[in-house]
């Protein structure tokens, strides 16, 4: 065994599960590695790391951790991690979600949660589709892209999850693809390192539901897409308009170090209990 | 019925200060010992319109508002138009000498002479008000003083002198007023050592008093005044109150809490909780414990936001897919608005399952007089536990199906949850005899409820011929309906339900069926109290006395409405 299958599977709940629940060519194994890599990385207790999920298959993720952890609903997960990050701000709060459940039915909890800036790490898995569901489309699919319920192409435009979170207010900001593993692990480890909301895009291919219907003919190809196409930040910025059109910017977007509402409640607290006192 | 109060009707414009000139009086009035009934109209806009504060208020105990006015201070001539036919035999006005007051008995008063600014107005109307309720000029200059201190010695001064010239004008007047009896309070030179609190207030102090730190909101009129009254004693008292983006959020964020070992509360009306009903859902299916203030208005949707109502209990009873227990407290007075709130935390907790305080505007927005809390005498709420062994199990399967609870982060144990059916260490399954037994498991709680709930208890004649049936904020009323009623020749008893579920039909069939006439009496359209005991019981009412205008029942209404359907 190498040494960094080693270490995942101090993480896995082994008694649980297995096999788990991800098609073949799915990138959120990749993700779930990464996470376990950075939270190893970083030296955390198991016991101080909670896990809120949302509901898709990027949620499942939740159940093969050994953390703490909450299978939540459908687009709630960041308004449970608030509280409990609020009530016990001890507690490293990471959120997984995926696209659907971030910024659609969740969408409104994402902007807020990065407008207080609540030092949560958020993760969206964004594999431009509904998976469980069958392949809906989300604000994610790309237009013209089929989905089971976009037959003809859709139509409308995308969600750019960066500039959202980034306008939102998030200190941190990063979008990271499952082909770079080893960036989007940093991505992560810096996310939870920092004060203040994070939020990590991860493009992370779902072959059964979107490759398929997209031209895609093995979930190779949808790797070998994002080796072509998720380009660097630095180097996509000196590209032509031309040139941009059909690849996508991964990299840091924002890194900022405003302190987390929690930290701001302590001290406003604190500063309020002085003034009484005095 | 009290004889001896005196109902005293202040009306004006929104922004017209008429809630001050109402608050000092009733603040005065508790001071020094009497009782309030504070009954707030208010329309749903910041300027204009016209809005009352109705104060009744006497020597003995009251429990419900009433049509007639003895006083009526008229802000503006709309008031005098609307009101006047509601002014008692002995009724004075209280109006400016412009306004047209026709062949009333008034008090035309030279506002403009008396205030120097019109800012001052309100404070000039409180002199006359006072001086006509013989109340001591002494108490209100001590208020006055003691609120605009703040704001420094001058204006302090400016304002008594305008209540005093006011007082005095009042008594140089050729006007005979009749003074109230004598407050039954010890007053010591710190005033009755009364409190004058609002339903809401309550809500919030018996949360605190039950340890509550946790209050998402999004605003909603009537139920904003629970998380305002919890931020103002934030500071000492270390409470979250947290502004959010919806109700869903609040919800759900409240979960958040209560999972990592906050005592969580929201507060929301009957709009605001529809988007919550997913969170009750997941509360119910994760076992976690939370407090749901709702605090009804009259809907359908947006409809009248600033009026009352009683028609969200099948809101509360059925919202949330799927089945689990709950329970529904509905107190009857500001009292119990504090008791039934610092119970709904215990139960919470006990039975880690979601439990409702229905109140309603009208409640929401009344004061009354009351007497201070005993804290002692309410016991220190159980919390979740804090350690645990690494094999803990958060939803082990234990004969009353209340697993024991741990908070995550605090231990070795391992806190899992999850929305989607689990085994009991809180796994997802789709194994369906694990499903059976979950289900049975998180649905016996509802025996631990059921045990441990409010019985509903009879007030007024013990052995009547005829029984009104009532729950929540409806209570007051009733009883006095109730003494009415025994006045005009049939022995009339009250049966409040100050929870409405779990039902345990042992605790009340017994009443229902010893009356010959069973009437409930409702702030709603379809009697949703009497539709559940029904289906509960078998048991159907012989009649009914609905409200849905918006407006409180007095004793009036219900006593008209059950001899008119003799």
Same mark, same amino acid.
């Given at each position: 065994?190498?040494?960094?299958?080693?270490?995942?599977?101090?993480?896995?709940?082994?008694?649980?599960?297995?096999?788990?629940?991800?098609?073949?060519?799915?990138?959120?194994?990749?993700?779930?590695?990464?996470?376990?890599?950075?939270?190893?990385?970083?030296?955390?207790?198991?016991?101080?790391?909670?896990?809120?999920?949302?509901?898709?298959?990027?949620?499942?993720?939740?159940?093969?951790?050994?953390?703490?952890?909450?299978?939540?609903?459908?687009?709630?997960?960041?308004?449970?991690?608030?509280?409990?990050?609020?009530?016990?701000?001890?507690?490293?709060?990471?959120?997984?979600?995926?696209?659907?459940?971030?910024?659609?039915?969740?969408?409104?909890?994402?902007?807020?949660?990065?407008?207080?800036?609540?030092?949560?790490?958020?993760?969206?898995?964004?594999?431009?589709?509904?998976?469980?569901?069958?392949?809906?489309?989300?604000?994610?699919?790309?237009?013209?892209?089929?989905?089971?319920?976009?037959?003809?192409?859709?139509?409308?435009?995308?969600?750019?999850?960066?500039?959202?979170?980034?306008?939102?207010?998030?200190?941190?900001?990063?979008?990271?693809?499952?082909?770079?593993?080893?960036?989007?692990?940093?991505?992560?480890?810096?996310?939870?390192?920092?004060?203040?909301?994070?939020?990590?895009?991860?493009?992370?291919?779902?072959?059964?539901?979107?490759?398929?219907?997209?031209?895609?003919?093995?979930?190779?190809?949808?790797?070998?897409?994002?080796?072509?196409?998720?380009?660097?930040?630095?180097?996509?910025?000196?590209?032509?308009?031309?040139?941009?059109?059909?690849?996508?910017?991964?990299?840091?977007?924002?890194?900022?170090?405003?302190?987390?509402?929690?930290?701001?409640?302590?001290?406003?607290?604190?500063?309020?209990?002085?003034?009484?006192?005095? | 019925?009290?004889?001896?109060?005196?109902?005293?009707?202040?009306?004006?414009?929104?922004?017209?200060?008429?809630?001050?000139?109402?608050?000092?009086?009733?603040?005065?009035?508790?001071?020094?010992?009497?009782?309030?009934?504070?009954?707030?109209?208010?329309?749903?806009?910041?300027?204009?319109?016209?809005?009352?504060?109705?104060?009744?208020?006497?020597?003995?105990?009251?429990?419900?508002?009433?049509?007639?006015?003895?006083?009526?201070?008229?802000?503006?001539?709309?008031?005098?138009?609307?009101?006047?036919?509601?002014?008692?035999?002995?009724?004075?006005?209280?109006?400016?000498?412009?306004?047209?007051?026709?062949?009333?008995?008034?008090?035309?008063?030279?506002?403009?002479?008396?205030?120097?600014?019109?800012?001052?107005?309100?404070?000039? /109307?409180?002199?006359?008000?006072?001086?006509?309720?013989?109340?001591?000029?002494?108490?209100?200059?001590?208020?006055?003083?003691?609120?605009?201190?703040?704001?420094?010695?001058?204006?302090?001064?400016?304002?008594?002198?305008?209540?005093?010239?006011?007082?005095?004008?009042?008594?140089?007047?050729?006007?005979?007023?009749?003074?109230?009896?004598?407050?039954?309070?010890?007053?010591?030179?710190?005033?009755?050592?009364?409190?004058?609190?609002?339903?809401?207030?309550?809500?919030?102090?018996?949360?605190?008093?039950?340890?509550?730190?946790?209050?998402?909101?999004?605003?909603?009129?009537?139920?904003?005044?629970?998380?305002?009254?919890?931020?103002?004693?934030?500071?000492?008292?270390?409470?979250?109150?947290?502004?959010?983006?919806?109700?869903?959020?609040?919800?759900?964020? /409240?979960?958040?809490?209560?999972? /990592?070992?906050?005592? /969580?509360?929201?507060?929301?009306?009957?709009?605001?909780?529809?988007?919550?009903?997913?969170?009750?859902?997941?509360?119910?299916?994760?076992?976690?414990?939370?407090?749901?203030?709702?605090?009804?208005?009259?809907?359908?949707?947006?409809?009248?936001?600033?009026?009352?109502?009683?028609?969200?209990?099948?809101?509360?009873?059925?919202?949330?897919?799927?089945?689990?227990?709950?329970?529904?407290?509905?107190?009857?007075?500001?009292?119990?608005?504090?008791?039934?709130?610092?119970?709904?935390?215990?139960?919470?907790?006990?039975?880690?399952?979601?439990?409702?305080?229905?109140?309603?505007?009208?409640?929401?927005?009344?004061?009354?007089?009351?007497?201070?809390?005993?804290?002692?005498?309410?016991?220190?709420?159980?919390?979740?536990?804090?350690?645990?062994?690494?094999?803990?199990?958060?939803?082990?399967?234990?004969?009353?199906?209340?697993?024991?609870?741990?908070?995550?982060?605090?231990?070795?144990?391992?806190?899992?949850?999850?929305?989607?059916?689990?085994?009991?260490?809180?796994?997802?399954?789709?194994?369906?005899?694990?499903?059976?037994?979950?289900?049975?498991?998180?649905?016996?709680?509802?025996?631990?409820?059921?045990?441990?709930?409010?019985?509903?208890?009879?007030?007024?004649?013990?052995?009547?011929?005829?029984?009104?049936?009532?729950?929540?904020?409806?209570?007051?009323?009733?009883?006095?309906?109730?003494?009415?009623?025994?006045?005009?020749?049939?022995?009339?008893?009250?049966?409040?339900?100050?929870?409405?579920?779990?039902?345990?039909?042992?605790?009340?069939?017994?009443?229902?069926?010893?009356?010959?006439?069973?009437?409930?009496?409702?702030?709603?359209?379809?009697?949703?109290?009497?539709?559940?005991?029904?289906?509960?019981?078998?048991?159907?009412?012989?009649?009914?006395?609905?409200?849905?205008?918006?407006?409180?029942?007095?004793?009036?209404?219900?006593?008209?409405?059950?001899?008119?359907?003799?």
């Amino acid at each position: 065994m190498s040494h960094v299958t080693e270490i995942i599977h101090q993480y896995l709940r082994h008694n649980k599960k297995f096999p788990h629940v991800f098609c073949p060519g799915c990138g959120h194994g990749i993700v779930l590695g990464s996470l376990i890599r950075s939270v190893h990385e970083l030296g955390l207790p198991k016991d101080d790391v909670a896990v809120v999920a949302g509901i898709g298959c990027s949620g499942r993720i939740a159940a093969y951790v050994d953390f703490n952890t909450i299978h939540s609903t459908h687009g709630r997960a960041l308004t449970f991690a608030t509280g409990v990050k609020m009530s016990n701000p001890k507690l490293h709060v990471i959120c997984i979600m995926g696209d659907g459940d971030a910024t659609a039915i969740g969408g409104n909890h994402l902007i807020h949660a990065a407008r207080r800036n609540v030092s949560i790490t958020a993760l969206v898995l964004n594999n431009n589709i509904y998976g469980m569901t069958g392949g809906q489309c989300s604000p994610t699919t790309p237009e013209g892209a089929s989905a089971m319920t976009t037959p003809y192409g859709q139509l409308e435009k995308a969600f750019d999850m960066v500039e959202l979170g980034r306008a939102a207010g998030a200190n941190y900001v990063a979008r990271g693809s499952v082909f770079q593993a080893n960036m989007l692990e940093r991505f992560i480890r810096t996310a939870i390192e920092r004060p203040g909301f994070g939020l990590v895009e991860i493009l992370s291919p779902c072959y059964t539901q979107f490759g398929r219907k997209n031209h895609f003919k093995t979930p190779v190809d949808m790797y070998r897409w994002l080796k072509e196409n998720a380009v660097p930040r630095e180097s996509w910025e000196k590209m032509t308009e031309e040139k941009r059109r059909g690849r996508i910017p991964v990299g840091e977007f924002a890194i900022n170090d405003a302190p987390g509402l929690e930290q701001r409640y302590a001290e406003m607290a604190a500063r309020l209990k002085e003034e009484a006192e005095r | 019925m009290p004889e001896t109060s005196v109902n005293i009707l202040v009306g004006g414009e929104a922004g017209q200060g008429l809630v001050t000139i109402g608050e000092f009086m009733a603040k005065a009035l508790v001071r020094s010992g009497y009782e309030i009934h504070v009954t707030q109209d208010y329309m749903s806009r910041v300027r204009g319109g016209h809005n009352t504060f109705a104060i009744r208020t006497g020597p003995d105990p009251i429990w419900a508002p009433v049509e007639d006015v003895d006083i009526l201070v008229a802000l503006d001539q709309e008031t005098i138009d609307l009101h006047k036919s509601q002014l008692t035999g002995q009724g004075v006005v209280i109006a400016d000498e412009a306004f047209d007051v026709g062949d009333l008995p008034a008090l035309s008063v030279p506002f403009k002479e008396l205030a120097p600014k019109p800012i001052f107005r309100n404070v000039a /109307a409180l002199g006359v008000l006072a001086s006509t309720i013989c109340h001591d000029i002494e108490d209100l200059e001590q208020l006055l003083t003691k609120t605009f201190g703040k704001k420094g010695d001058e204006v302090v001064e400016q304002n008594l002198e305008v209540l005093r010239a006011a007082y005095n004008w009042r008594k140089e007047q050729d006007f005979v007023v009749e003074c109230m009896p004598p407050s039954l309070v010890d007053v010591g030179p710190e005033g009755s050592g009364r409190l004058m609190m609002q339903g809401n207030q309550a809500i919030a102090l018996g949360a605190l008093a039950a340890g509550c730190n946790f209050c998402p909101f999004y605003p909603m009129t009537p139920s904003t005044s629970i998380p305002l009254a919890l931020s103002a004693l934030g500071r000492d008292l270390g409470v979250v109150v947290e502004q959010v983006e919806d109700e869903i959020s609040a919800m759900n964020m /409240a979960l958040g809490a209560s999972f /990592a070992g906050a005592k /969580a509360m929201v507060a929301t009306s009957g709009g605001g909780f529809a988007l919550m009903c997913e969170g009750v859902s997941l509360a119910g299916m994760t076992e976690t414990p939370i407090v749901i203030a709702l605090i009804q208005r009259p809907g359908p949707a947006t409809g009248l936001p600033t009026r009352t109502e009683q028609a969200d209990l099948n809101l509360a009873l059925y919202a949330g897919h799927g089945e689990f227990p709950r329970a529904i407290l509905t107190p009857g007075t500001v009292e119990e608005c504090f008791e039934l709130a610092h119970k709904a935390f215990d139960l919470a907790e006990r039975s880690q399952s979601p439990v409702f305080i229905l109140s309603d505007q009208y409640l929401a927005d009344s004061y009354r007089s009351v007497a201070p809390f005993d804290l002692n005498a309410y016991p220190q709420i159980e919390g979740p536990l804090l350690e645990a062994d690494p094999y803990y199990v958060r939803h082990a399967l234990v004969p009353n199906g209340v697993s024991p609870r741990v908070v995550p982060g605090t231990s070795k144990a391992l806190v899992v949850l999850d929305s989607d059916e689990h085994t009991p260490d809180g796994h997802i399954t789709e194994d369906l005899d694990v499903r059976i037994r979950m289900n049975n498991k998180r649905l016996k709680k509802a025996k631990v409820l059921a045990r441990d709930m409010f019985q509903p208890v009879r007030y007024e004649d013990e052995d009547p011929e005829r029984l009104l049936v009532c729950w929540g904020t409806t209570l007051g009323a009733a009883r006095e309906a109730a003494r009415l009623l025994t006045s005009l020749g049939e022995r009339t008893g009250v049966l409040h339900f100050q929870q409405v579920w779990p039902l345990v039909p042992e605790q009340f069939m017994s009443a229902l069926e010893g009356a010959r006439e069973v009437v409930f009496v409702e702030g709603n359209a379809t009697g949703q109290l009497a539709a559940l005991i029904r289906q509960q019981t078998g048991f159907v009412a012989h009649k009914q006395v609905l409200r849905y205008d918006g407006l409180p029942f007095t004793a009036r209404y219900i006593a008209t409405a059950v001899e008119q359907s003799e």
